[in-house]
């Protein structure tokens, strides 16, 4: 089964699938059981993955190729080969997708129409992000990267709040020249190196005796060409990420979209952005990282200041947490740009660290908006008082947020600064100022919610309900379990990152 | 036994009793106290043998590093915990002030519907304060450091209902955070120029000479203004006296006798790196002798007997920062021992104002008086808490004062020397003027006060013993803590060396204060106060810092988040509109000229030949030029 292990992983969503289309959707307890059920399937194999991950191999481990399609040019048939492989730097990310999945699931069963469509697509998405975590090809990243974004443009558009419509074409639109920008990149990729290998496509563009790297020879790639090519991908995902200014598409999203979209868009699919920087920027073009990383400090220190700052005086609690976001993953491009190894292992951290705090605090808020109708502050308070336990837990996620030691927010920041340090001191320290802006956000809008008089209308709200405690109990043990023993994501990631960073000799 | 190797057990047991409250906590209602008050117990003997050990049987520092925690890029960072001379002191202060407190809640919190929840909280910060004392290196110090912030935040906002109550929990947090991120950047620096977090090797590097003075003073310099944010140092006090929001059981333990200290605490564990930095062991002394004298100005003239008590505990512990300034065994010795005897009697004072609080239902030392007669135990200690904290020999705030002001005078800082006096007779006088107010004359309050119970009064009586007898562990002449204290340090000179002159003059100011206080306020007597002019109005409204602050960082900030807001709605997103509607329309256009005629056809292609070379020749068909524009 090793061989086909990671196939099965990718396209293991599919089952539910497949078993919903026999259930009739007058019975919606059944589907969403087993909309739930399914995602358990990915969620059980992705730990058999962790516990069997071998912690110094280096390169893929269960990598597997088969030749898939042949593309004519001139005489030639160019094979494209489907291929998998999983490593220190997708492995987490494969697991962080499973669970978040199954939490987003569970939250997603407050939805009360087209039930078993949302579930259908749910599934579809799973797969798509599975795809691009175990993918070590561009064509099938690419493929299934647009799995992720189309039916989710569908879960937008169709369940959700009132302006929801407008919120999907936007994040359509976005995502769309996102892609294309990529589609470009790929293909002038494949028509410079003839290969869509991500291995293949690296040792070719950094190994100093590839002929792609010896100037008059034919085939050479000029440097002006590889920084373009580095730009166009930096701007690509960029948009995913999402980097100031290319933020605005989430800011409707979170506003529009049922929870349990964001809960994935903000746990896992925007994480693809920094990924993929790792994955194909860092790794292709090791040289133009490396002359880059003050702009991409810059551009870190831009996400943590103006997304902080914007946070600081929304009212709206959806649109603080959009804002937070993008705060955060400025602190992940800080570590990117350290270029170091403690960069780059505070970026992963971030990466993960971020993906279950924004799924729990998202997830928070909509509990709280569920039973208040509303998630504006000015019509919050004291909640404490009718909700201990969700309060609670508010509070808590919160604090991870913040950056808490103790919670896996603090190891991402604490690495991703530490890493900046040792090379732009003067940057980091800029960006460091974020934190107090964190603090400051985030308290006024949560203690605004949790904290002060209760209007006397929400006094007799309920709290928490059984099936509601599983996510809170499941994002909040793991986020404490990083945050305690940290070694439990870094001894994986070890021999990946020691591998990737020398090549970026920054 | 080895108590010693033992010593990670002493914060294991609140650690065990808040994941039982928490479990439990609802079920067991007001009998979750014993929980509390046995763990905490429990700790306070452990902490005793251990100190015991160390002090008695003289053992050795002892270092468990063995918990791998995180590799760090290739760097293994580890976990565990010592046991030196000052963090087992520290572990007897923490561990029994933290039992008193938990036992005095029991009869100060009944009643109170989240009682389990407040001894959760007190559980946890137990834990984290002992996790502070115990780390063998400044990372895990900071994870603990933050853990008691986030208690302290969550003990100031206990009743969260109140918005007075929120706000104070919302500024602690975020102006501790201020000096949080300079002891964050502090241990980012410390990476890179020591290597590793733990003490031991960073005080080698120094030793070595292995560090440039500059690193060196940057890094006292972060590292103080991490301490500055916890023990209320002057900018960033203006927290601390917002926080006796608190429950006031709270204000004793964290906001007085230990956590605040934890800033006194680190600076004392990185002396090494202080005594190597001259300027930043300056910045400290300027620091905490301003400190001292500043908030001592502002207490006064306040109303709240809180309030007043917490500028006095911003101003103990400038005092101590000041005697660690002095750069000298003398100063360590002087800075620690002081820690200690304030965590006595600012215990007392404040389990006693809580006791005061309790029977009179009012903070407002105004509406109270003639309690004396009428709080026949609160009474008493509280006078011993009053002349402990003046300075009156033989009380415990005499001795270390006293050592305090010598350390001071050695350093060659006349004039820090002069602040520090001036300081101590203002701490007589509001100190006084708060116990007159408050026991002296008849009740202007009206209400029926009666002393609290045994389960209350009994905590306050033992800090009242210790705040009579702790200063004779260190007196002049026979130095006990502080020859012990610095056995491994070679430049102590043992007891003081100061001129008797000091401790006369010491004591005449700090009666002047008193006497003064006496001619204002004794026998009942009650100035018209509020028309005191200008000074007074200052120091009523605590020189205007919080407007000040609000006006130059809050409302400017909030103000630069208004106008990026309307940026970002408008110019970002309605860039994103604008291309959005302008392809729209392109895609109009487009449509009306797929008209099927060729010459439009052929002209759009002609237009577009010249757009494209009239573009690349301005471009110069190269990308390479891109390149200018980033690097």
Redesign the interface.
């Known amino acids: 089964m090793a061989n086909y292990f990671l196939i099965i992983l990718t396209f293991s969503p599919l089952l539910g699938v497949l078993l919903l289309a026999f259930i009739p959707k007058s019975l919606p307890g059944t589907v969403k059981a087993i909309g739930i059920l399914a995602t358990l399937v990915p969620l059980v194999l992705t730990f058999m993955l962790y516990a069997n991950f071998n912690l110094v191999a280096e390169g893929m481990q269960l990598s597997q190729q088969w030749n898939w399609i042949r593309i004519p040019i001139g005489e030639q048939a160019i094979p494209i080969t489907f291929e998998v492989g999983v490593d220190g730097l997708s492995m987490p990310l494969l697991v962080l997708t499973t669970v978040i999945s199954t939490m987003a699931a569970v939250a997603a069963l407050s939805i009360n129409k087209r039930w078993k469509e949302f579930y259908i697509l749910f599934l579809i998405v799973e797969m798509g992000m599975l795809g691009v975590f175990s993918s070590t090809n561009l064509f099938q990243f690419f493929i299934f990267f647009e799995f992720t974004i189309i039916p989710l443009f569908f879960m937008m558009g169709i369940w959700g709040y009132m302006d929801r419509e407008r919120a999907a074409m936007?994040f359509l639109?976005y995502n769309g020249v996102g892609s294309a920008i990529m589609l470009i990149v790929f293909v002038t990729l494949f028509i410079l190196v003839g290969t869509l290998s991500m291995e293949e496509i690296r040792q070719l563009l950094t190994d100093p005796m590839s002929p792609r790297n010896v100037p008059n020879l034919p085939g050479y790639i000029?440097?002006?060409?590889r920084?373009?090519l580095f730009?166009a991908l930096l701007i690509a995902f960029a948009i995913k990420i999402p980097v100031?200014?290319f933020h605005?598409w989430m800011?409707k999203a979170y506003q529009e979209a049922h929870p349990a979209v964001i809960m994935i868009s903000s746990g896992v699919l925007i994480k693809i952005g920094g990924y993929a920087l790792i994955r194909m920027n860092a790794a292709f073009f090791p040289e133009w990282m490396n002359?880059?990383s003050t702009?991409i400090a810059v551009l870190g220190v831009i996400n943590i200041l103006?997304g902080a700052?914007?946070a600081?005086?929304?009212d709206e609690l959806k649109q603080m947490l959009a804002y937070s976001s993008v705060s955060h993953m400025g602190i992940m491009l800080l570590g990117l740009a350290a270029t170091?190894?403690?960069g780059f292992?505070g970026a992963v951290f971030q990466m993960v660290s971020h993906g279950l705090i924004a799924a729990l605090m998202f997830y928070m808020v909509s509990l709280v908006h569920e039973r208040t109708g509303t998630s504006n502050i000015r019509e919050l308070g004291?909640l404490?008082?009718s909700m201990p336990m969700i309060s609670g837990v508010l509070l808590t996620a919160m604090?991870a947020s913040a950056g808490?030691?103790?919670m896996s927010g603090?190891?991402s920041e604490?690495?991703s600064?530490?890493g900046l340090?040792?090379v732009k001191?003067v940057i980091?320290?800029v960006g460091?100022?974020g934190?107090?802006l964190t603090?400051?956000y985030l308290?006024?809008a949560i203690?605004g919610t949790?904290?002060?008089?209760?209007q006397q209308k929400h006094e007799s709200l309920s709290d928490a309900q059984a099936i509601e405690v599983v996510p809170m109990v499941v994002l909040l043990s793991l986020v404490i379990l990083i945050g305690v023993?940290?070694?439990v994501l870094?001894?994986p990631l070890?021999t990946t990152l020691?591998n990737i960073v020398p090549r970026i000799g920054g | 036994m080895d108590m010693i190797a033992n010593a990670w057990l002493i914060p294991l047991f609140p650690l065990i009793a808040f994941v039982l409250l928490v479990a439990f906590g609802r079920q067991w209602k007001e009998r979750a106290a014993y929980v509390g008050i046995l763990a905490t117990a429990a700790s306070f003997v452990f902490a005793l043998l251990v100190f015991f050990e160390r002090f008695v049987e003289g053992a050795t520092d002892y270092i468990n590093t063995d918990f791998?925690?995180?590799?760090?890029?290739?760097e293994k960072i580890t976990m565990g915990f010592e046991v030196n001379q000052l963090n087992a002191m520290m572990l007897v202060v923490v561990t029994l002030v933290s039992m008193l407190v938990h036992i005095y809640s029991r009869g100060y919190m009944r009643g109170d519907e989240r009682f389990p929840v407040f001894y959760q909280y007190l559980a946890l910060f137990t834990f984290s304060m002992l996790g502070v004392v115990l780390s063998p290196n400044i990372l895990q110090l900071?994870?603990?450091w933050?853990?008691v912030g986030?208690c302290s935040f969550l003990l100031v906002?206990f009743y969260?209902?109140?918005?007075e109550?929120?706000a104070a929990?919302?500024k602690a947090?975020?102006v501790t955070?201020?000096g949080?991120?300079g002891l964050?950047?502090a241990?980012?620096?410390i990476?890179?120029w020591v290597g590793s977090f733990d003490y031991s090797e960073i005080f080698n590097k120094i030793a070595a000479g292995a560090i440039e003075e500059w690193k060196l003073t940057l890094l006292g310099i972060l590292i103080f203004v991490g301490a500055v944010g916890k023990s209320g140092q002057f900018p960033l006090h203006t927290w601390l006296p917002d926080a006796m929001e608190g429950p006031t059981p709270v204000s004793a333990l964290i906001h007085a006798a230990t956590m605040v200290a934890a800033g006194v605490y680190l600076v004392a564990r990185m002396y090494d790196l202080y005594l190597a930095s001259p300027v930043a062991t300056e910045v400290v002394a300027y620091i905490g002798g301003f400190t001292a004298i500043f908030a001592a100005s502002i207490g006064l003239t306040q109303r709240d007997i809180k309030r007043v008590l917490a500028y006095s505990t911003v101003s103990q512990l400038g005092y101590m920062m000041l005697a660690l300034g002095a750069a000298s065994a003398a100063g360590y010795v002087a800075g620690t021992f002081h820690l200690m005897t304030h965590a006595f009697f600012k215990a007392l004072l404040f389990l006693a104002a809580g006791s005061v609080i309790h029977a009179v239902h009012t903070q407002d030392i105004f509406e109270m008086g003639g309690l004396w007669k009428k709080m026949r135990i609160t009474g008493p200690v509280f006078l011993v808490g009053c002349l402990a904290i003046a300075g009156i020999p033989p009380f415990a705030g005499f001795w270390s004062k006293e050592e305090i002001l010598v350390a001071t005078l050695d350093s060659g800082h006349i004039d820090l020397f002069v602040v520090a006096l001036i300081a101590a007779s203002f701490t007589a006088f509001y100190m006084f003027r708060l116990f007159f107010l408050t026991f002296g004359g008849q009740s202007r309050g009206g209400s029926q006060a009666h002393e609290s119970p045994g389960v209350m009064t009994l905590p306050m009586i033992v800090l009242a013993v210790l705040a009579v007898i702790a200063g004779f562990i260190n007196t002049p002449w026979k130095p006990v803590l502080g020859e012990w204290l610095t056995e491994d340090m070679t430049a102590f000179h043992g007891g003081t060396h100061g001129a008797g002159w000091v401790t006369i003059v010491a004591i005449a100011v700090s009666v002047a204060g008193i006497a003064l206080a006496w001619m204002m306020y004794g026998r009942g007597k009650m100035p018209a106060e509020g028309t005191g002019g200008v000074l007074y109005r200052v120091s009523f409204r605590k020189y205007y810092m919080d407007e000040i602050y609000d006006t130059v960082f809050v409302k400017p900030?909030?103000a630069?988040?208004?106008g990026?807001?309307i940026f970002?709605v408008w110019v970002?997103?309605g860039?994103?509109r604008l291309i959005?509607a302008f392809t729209r329309g392109i895609g109009g256009v487009g449509a009306r000229m797929q008209n099927g005629q060729i010459q439009t056809y052929g002209a759009i292609a002609f237009i577009g030949l010249v757009l494209l070379i009239v573009g690349l020749t301005i471009a110069g068909g190269?990308?390479?030029q891109?390149?200018t524009i980033?690097?």
């Open positions: 936007k639109l000029p440097d002006s060409i920084f373009g730009l100031v200014p605005t800011l002359q880059l702009l103006y700052v914007l600081l005086v929304q170091n190894l403690q292992q004291g404490a008082k604090m808490l030691p103790g603090f190891i604490f690495l600064f530490v340090f040792g001191p980091a320290a460091a100022l934190l107090i603090a400051a308290l006024r203690l949790t904290f002060g008089p209760i023993y940290p070694a870094s001894e070890q020691q | 791998h925690w995180l590799t760090f890029a290739g900071y994870i603990f933050e853990l986030v906002g969260f209902y109140k918005p109550a929120r929990a919302k947090f975020i955070r201020i949080d991120v964050f950047i241990l980012a620096l990476f890179w900030l909030r630069i988040g208004k990026l807001h970002d970002i997103d860039l994103v959005a190269y990308v390479g891109w390149r980033f690097l």
